[in-house]
């Protein structure tokens, strides 16, 4: 079993930054895929940036391209996400998920939110314009 737990969201402007993290715990986080996804009010849940879990594979969402980087450290059991340029349409619950398997994985299946096992409770971000 994997507990993951976000931090870091809050109220912030346009323009603006702010960091997530995702605490994970339970298991080997370095043998862990982990995407960040996000769901706006009335909305499904979008992927927006997930890492393979040696860190050689990022995907990216069109939208969040150049403002989003996301990152981890294995040695702290966190994945991160730096978003700059904030926009108010990123305005929403972010969630860390995670998925377990030594094999590289594919661009598309990280993108996809039935292919993880874990979940976190989410974090909301609140962009005002």
């Known amino acids: 079993q994997v507990q993951l737990v976000e931090s870091g969201g809050g109220l912030v402007q346009a323009g603006g930054s702010l960091r997530l993290s995702c605490a994970a715990s339970g298991r080997t986080f370095d043998s862990f895929n982990m995407g960040w996804f996000r769901q706006a009010p009335g909305k499904e849940r979008e992927s927006v940036a997930a890492i393979s879990w040696g860190g050689i594979t990022t995907v990216y969402a069109n939208s969040v391209k150049g403002r989003f980087t996301i990152s981890r450290d294995n040695a702290k059991n966190t994945v991160y996400l730096q978003m700059n340029s904030l926009e108010p349409e990123d305005t929403a619950v972010y969630y860390c998920?995670?998925?377990?398997?030594?094999?590289?994985?594919?661009?598309?299946?990280?993108?996809?939110?039935?292919?993880?096992?874990?979940w976190g409770q989410g974090t909301q971000v609140t962009v005002s314009s």
């Open positions: 998920a995670a998925k377990g398997t030594i094999r590289q994985p594919t661009a598309q299946a990280m993108g996809a939110e039935t292919w993880y096992d874990y």
